[in-house]
Every structure is written in structure tokens, then in C-alpha cells.
């Protein structure tokens, strides 16, 4: 059994990798903010250890199938580190580990796990000696915990050794497609070269439909599954702060905001996208709160320290050595030397910009990137408040400028971008706005949270720096792509990923203020994109009601470019459930259905809400199990498998059947 901790075991089984000539260490990282929190935390630690590494962003399994088989074909790599994907397949399987030394380790969020992850190991042929143990995965401690199955019942059960036959005849298939594509492969013309990729990419896209979509056979996994979904397990802890949690074993005084923030990220994004609920993030944030608070305190005391050098040369021109400041305090993440500070006044200035950057615990507004826009368009798009008041409506924009008056803040000054506003008007804002807020039901405007300052620039909290990175992650600019950017997409997709994973870095730079700059930009646009598609679906009743589920199809809309992203679409998702839950009905899941015109597909979200707005009844659990079977089930044509179980792309021929399947699954009507 390799199921483990987040410990210094992985970091030792890392830093065994130092050294090397060649990157021995490859990083996939899936599309979302907590995934990329914590490549960026892991190459920081990669960085310290002297470890090369080569980090791919991954946008689903064909993608991690792809580039796995790729990079394990390298004589260079020994690991691969799988972060926020894996771990609900079967990767020994998936990626035909059999035929490798190579180890991968996994950390994934997502629940439950596969079982054949954790009981993955490579023998010799003759099944008795054993090699090494391939897959291991990175647990946050509720697994590690519980009541696991053992191997030997599961190895026992007949339906194992049948299963592991079918899988072997799988493997013949495919084996004889690879022998007679190689065979073919002199001589073709460019046509017969296209017709033999795409073959290949079907080929290969059956072969990831067919693991990902299998139903556990044997009694065991059957058992196990069914608890994991009574239980509601769907999503673990955050994966950046289980690696944070990892840095800060290993690193006791060595871990500073780059390591911080990132946490506070992952932790942040898994609450927005609705994967944990209220009382799991304000836990959390605690943890991070008392942590926050040392590390202050800690640079309070170097600031003293700086402060009885800077007595020393009072009014004497000439350069300070930092050589007697604390280590902490004379690094700077830019690389950049403080060579020469002169004067009281120039040194004060160094005292305040050498640290970088500070974060601060806060008590934020559910006012979406309000720092960044005017109040007004604030209160207006987010969705805490538009789903309440209704804010497309005209009685909800009456409401909202009264719920502004009774805060004490005009229209004029409310239109004002927030940095604009009369300080006075802003105070009492600030000091009227709970008490105002409750009159109109809305109880809980204000949340836990953090915000980020970089030097003298302005505060970014951590709900906004999430929503940047997803539009950066995504390219939310809704703009159609001609046939040649189409192309291109892949590269597009390459670029964004990196743009969101440096707008992680704390450099005080033009650059990265910049491309923050423009993801806030990008968030603001896609905010309105939401808001307007959400009460054209509410206005022109597009939600159909179909038994124990809901949905809506969306086509031939002018924001449609926005929605055929994962992250995008589920936004709205939520913001649909939060609509609809906010009018006293049943929570049901809801699905979202964006076509992609292109394409000819649909991409398919599912969203139930967090866990207190959804009881725990089996049938509501199964619901992203349920995404899977369909696609067995129903023979649809699966275009994309994403890592999270309810997000898929369809074929839009296919997406009638694929609603009707998961619409009886969940009835109860069709046995798994």
C-alpha cells in the first residue's frame, strides 16, 4: 500500500533526484487555481533542492496520457509528479506503468480515489517478486485514516482476474493497431498522414474513454465506492496548502509569503468553485490566520532590528550595510540589490519596499474585485448579491439603490471607481454596510479572508487574485477565433497557463503588474458575460425542469466564446444553482450545456451547489459517477475528458442521450 502523507517522505524521495544532468522529474499540473498554487509552491521547493524539472500543464487525460507516455519514454526521467489529476483512474492502466520503472506521485484533490492506485505495484513475470511500488499517492490524512479495503479481498474476488483479461485483450487491440500503423508509415502523402494522426488520436481517445469510464467489478471496490459516496466525499484537502503544510516540515524557518500566499490561493479557489463548503474554509483559514500572524510578528521584530541600524546612521550620508539586517529581511524575490540608501527618509523607504510584499488577515465584502471596479458595478455582477436581489430586474435595481443609500453611499460616488470614492463616503460604507445588508436578507457579506499588498501598489484580496488567474488560465476575452488562431489553440493554451502561473509571483515588477492588470480586466468582462447569460437564461425560461435533475442548453448566444471553457462554464453554473436554490426550491444538480460551433460539441457541467446546500442522499452523490457511466453506458462520443468527474465534452449529436442517461441514473432507474 503507498498511500501517504505529505511529509518530508516526499521530500526526500524528491531531493533523491537532485543533482541530475538532465530534468529526471516531470511536473503535470491540471487547469485550475489550486493546481497551479501548488506547482508553483513545488518549484519553489524543486529550486532550493537543486532538482531539475520540467513542469507541463495538462488540460485533461488524453492530454496526461500523451505527454506521460512522451516524457516517460525519456532515459532522463525517473518521477513523474501528477498534481490535482490522477488519482480516479486507474493509472497503472491508463498510462501502462507495467512497462516502466518509472514512479509517479500523486496529488489530487478529487475523491474518491481509485483503488488500483493505492494497491499498484510492478512484479517481476513471475508475479512473486516484487519490484518497486509505482504509484504513490499524496493523501491530506481522511483516507490514510479510514477503513481501506485489503488487497488480497480485492485480488481474491473472480471478477478481478476477469476484468484483468478484458484489459489484456485491450492491450492486443491496440498493440496491433501500433504494429500495422508503423508498417504503413513509409511513403505517405500529407493526406494519408492526417487520416493516420487522427486515427491514432481516436484510437487512443477510445482507449482513455474505456479506463475512465470502467465500473468497478469486484464486491470490494463496489463497497468501497458506495461508502465514499454516502459519505460525500468529492473533494479533499487543498492542494497547495497540503505542499505548503510539506514546506513548512522541511523548511521550519525558511518558509516566507511565496510559500503563504499560494496556500491561501488554493485554499480560496477550492471555496469559490463551491468544493468545500463554508465551515471546511473557515477551519482553514484559521490555520492560515495563525500562521499569517508569526509570520508578521516574526518581520515586525526584523523591522526593529532595521530600525536601531537605521538610529546608527541618523542623518549621516552614506550607504547602509545591509550585511547586519537580518537574512529574511535583505532578500528580495526580484533579485534586485538594495546597493545604496542615503538619508532618514530613503532609508525608510527601503524599510517599506525590501520586504516586498505584506498580507494581511481582512474581513472581506462578497463584492466581487470591488478594489478594482466602481461599488456599484461590484454589488451589481456578484453573485452573492445579484442572485438574491435579482439585480437584471427592475425591482432588483430599485432595491440595490436603496440598499446603497441606507449604507450611506450615493449613486454618484457609488459609480466612482472604489480608489476615487470620498474617504468619508467609504467610511461609512464600511461602518453601515452589515447592518444595512441585513434588511435585506443578506446576512453573510463579509467573510474571512486575506489580501496581498506589494510595496506601495494597491491590495489585491484572495478571492480576486483567483478570479484573475482562472480569466488568465481560460483567455475569458470571449472573442472568436479565426481558422488559423484555432490552430493555434493548444499554444494559446500553453501561453495562458504560464501568464496565470506568473501572476503568482510577488515581484515588484512592471510586467507582472501588467498581466495582473489584465486579468482583472479579463475577470471584470467575464463577470458581466455571467451575469447577462444567466438572466437571459432566467428571463426567456431556459431551465428544464427534468425530474431529479435541471438543465439548460446554450446556443447561438452572443457570450457563447466565454462559456466553452470548463472554469467559465461552471461559474455560471454555480451562479445558476445559487438563482435557484435563493427561490426556495429543491436543490437538484444542475447541468450547463455550452456548444461549441466549431467543434460540434457541447461541453457539459455539472454543479450541485456546496455541501450545505445539498443533502447527502446517495442518488445526489452519484451524480459526477454518474458523468462516467454515461459515456459507457450510452455509447456517446466523448470529445474531452476532464479531470473533474462533471465536466465532459460531448458530441452534439450525442447530447440528448447523454441527458437521458443521467437523468434515470439518477431517478435510480438504471444499476451501476
Known amino acids: 500500500m503507498v498511500l501517504i502523507g505529505a511529509d518530508v517522505h516526499v521530500y526526500n524521495d524528491l531531493k533523491r533526484l537532485r543533482g541530475a544532468r538532465l530534468p529526471a522529474l516531470t511536473i503535470l499540473v491540471a487547469p485550475n487555481p489550486d493546481a497551479i498554487a501548488a506547482s508553483y509552491i513545488l518549484t519553489l521547493i ?12 495538462t488540460k485533461g487525460y488524453e492530454d496526461l496520457c500523451e505527454i506521460a507516455v512522451e516524457e516517460m519514454a525519456k532515459e532522463e526521467t525517473r518521477a513523474l509528479f501528477l498534481i490535482n489529476c490522477g488519482a480516479m483512474v486507474d493509472l497503472g492502466r491508463l498510462l501502462e506503468l507495467n512497462e516502466t520503472n518509472v514512479q509517479v506521485f500523486v496529488l489530487d484533490s478529487h475523491r474518491p480515489y481509485n483503488l488500483r492506485n493505492i494497491y499498484h505495484k510492478q512484479y517481476s513475470d513471475g508475479r512473486d517478486e516484487l519490484i518497486v511500488d509505482l504509484v504513490w499517492l499524496i493523501d491530506d490524512g481522511t483516507t490514510a485514516g479510514s477503513d481501506l479495503p485489503r ?40 493526406e494519408r498522414e492526417r487520416d493516420r494522426e487522427y486515427k491514432r488520436k481516436m484510437s487512443n481517445r477510445k482507449r482513455i474513454a474505456r479506463q475512465i469510464s470502467k465500473q468497478p467489478r469486484t464486491q470490494v471496490e463496489k463497497e468501497y465506492y458506495e461508502q465514499e459516496t454516502k459519505d460525500g466525499l468529492s473533494y479533499g ?34 471555496w469559490l468553485h463551491g468544493r468545500i463548503d463554508d465551515a471546511k474554509y473557515k477551519f482553514e483559514v484559521e490555520v492560515h490566520q495563525n500562521e499569517i500572524q508569526k509570520y508578521n510578528v516574526s518581520k515586525i521584530r526584523e523591522a526593529q532590528a532595521v530600525r536601531a541600524q537605521s538610529e546608527k546612521i541618523n542623518n549621516e550620508n552614506y550607504a547602509v550595510d545591509f550585511n547586519v539586517l537580518p537574512p529574511n529581511f535583505r532578500y528580495t524575490n526580484d533579485s534586485s540589490v538594495l546597493e545604496q540608501v542615503t538619508c532618514t527618509d530613503d532609508f525608510k523607504r527601503a524599510i517599506r519596499t525590501s520586504g516586498h510584499a505584506h498580507v494581511e488577515i481582512s474581513s472581506e465584502y462578497r463584492f466581487m474585485l470591488y478594489r478594482h471596479w466602481s461599488l456599484y458595478d461590484s454589488m451589481w455582477h456578484s453573485q452573492y448579491i445579484a442572485t438574491r436581489l435579482g439585480i437584471w430586474k427592475e425591482n432588483g435595481q430599485k432595491r440595490l439603490d436603496v440598499l446603497l443609500a441606507r449604507m450611506g453611499v450615493p449613486l ?50 484572495a478571492a480576486d487574485h483567483v478570479y484573475t488567474i482562472s480569466s488568465l488560465l481560460e483567455g475569458a476575452d470571449g472573442w472568436a477565433e479565426d481558422e488559423k488562431e484555432e490552430k493555434e489553440e493548444d499554444k494559446k ?72 471553457h470548463p472554469l467559465a462554464l461552471r461559474k455560471l453554473a454555480l451562479f445558476l444553482v445559487e438563482y435557484v436554490n435563493e427561490r426556495k426550491t429543491k436543490a437538484k444538480p444542475f447541468l450547463v450545456c455550452a456548444k461549441n460551433e466549431k467543434k460540434g460539441t457541447y461541453l457539459i457541467v455539472g454543479a450541485v451547489g456546496t455541501e450545505q446546500e445539498f443533502n447527502s442522499s446517495q442518488k445526489e452523490k452519484n451524480f459526477g459517477r454518474s458523468f462516467r457511466e454515461a459515456a459507457s453506458r450510452t455509447g456517446a462520443r466523448i470529445a474531452h475528458f476532464g479531470f473533474d468527474s462533471s465536466v465532459v465534452e460531448v458530441m452534439a449529436d450525442d447530447i440528448h442521450k447523454f441527458i437521458e442517461y443521467i437523468q434515470w441514473r439518477m431517478k435510480g432507474k438504471i444499476q451501476h
Open 46 to 57: 524543486l529550486k532550493r533542492e537543486d532538482v531539475p524539472y520540467v513542469l507541463r500543464p
Open 493 to 564: 493554451w500553453v501561453s495562458n497557463f504560464w501568464r496565470a502561473f506568473d501572476s503568482l509571483s510577488l515581484r515588484q515588477d512592471d510586467a507582472y503588474d501588467l498581466l495582473q492588470q489584465r486579468g482583472i480586466e479579463l475577470a471584470i468582462n467575464l463577470q458581466r458575460a455571467i451575469v447577462r447569460q444567466a438572466a437571459d437564461v432566467v428571463e426567456k425560461r431556459c431551465i428544464t425542469h427534468c425530474g431529479p435533475i435541471r438543465y439548460t442548453m446554450l446556443h447561438q448566444t452572443p457570450d457563447l466564446n466565454y462559456f466553452i
Open 151 to 190: 488487497l488480497e479481498d480485492m485480488l481474491d474476488d473472480p471478477a478481478f482476474e476477469e476484468e484483468s483479461d478484458e484489459d489484456y485483450e485491450d492491450d492486443d487491440e491496440e498493440e496491433q493497431y501500433r504494429r500495422n500503423d508503423y508498417e504503413d508509415d513509409s511513403g505517405m502523402s500529407e
Open 412 to 461: 454618484s460616488q457609488a459609480k466612482e471607481n472604489w480608489n476615487c470614492m470620498d474617504n468619508t463616503i467609504r467610511e461609512q460604507f464600511q461602518n453601515n454596510v452589515q447592518q444595512a445588508a441585513a434588511q435585506f436578507g443578506l446576512t453573510e457579506t463579509c467573510y474571512p479572508s486575506f489580501v496581498l499588498q506589494k510595496g506601495f501598489k494597491s491590495k489585491i484580496s
Open 237 to 270: 484537502a487543498s492542494v497547495a496548502g497540503l505542499l505548503l503544510e510539506m514546506s513548512s516540515q522541511v523548511y521550519q524557518n525558511g518558509v516566507d509569503l511565496r510559500f503563504y500566499w499560494p496556500a491561501i490561493i488554493g485554499l480560496t479557489d477550492q
